[in-house]
């Protein structure tokens, strides 16, 4: 993902918010990739309960992010997910983050068992 220049703060560094962008698209194109969209008549799925980030260098503009994604073991209806995020041609970690993922019915707000394709593919 192109780091914008308006992604930087008054600090000249990309803002912390900016951070948990780049693992919320890295999280939505491997949604994707199961057949979820994005969609609010969508009859399932995810909620993130807790997210983090650990910022070890400071992107900066111009660049670009490479952030991946990898998943822990899943549970019954959640699975943790973590992500390390480097400057494209580069082998440094420049941040590592986490999402915990629960999977929904969003017109009961009820937790429901993760799809087995999902499921398949943390194991």
Known sequence: MPIRWGDQDAMGHVNNTIYFRYMEQ???????????GTSLTQTE???????????????TYPGTVDCRMFCGAPGRSSVPTYYEMRLVGEDRIYSEGAAKLVWINPSTGKSIPLPEAMRASCL
């Open 45 to 59: 799925g995810p909620v993130i309960v807790n997210a983090s980030c650990t910022f070890l260098i400071p992107f």
């Open 26 to 36: 890295t999280r939505i194109e491997w949604l994707e990739s199961f057949g979820f």
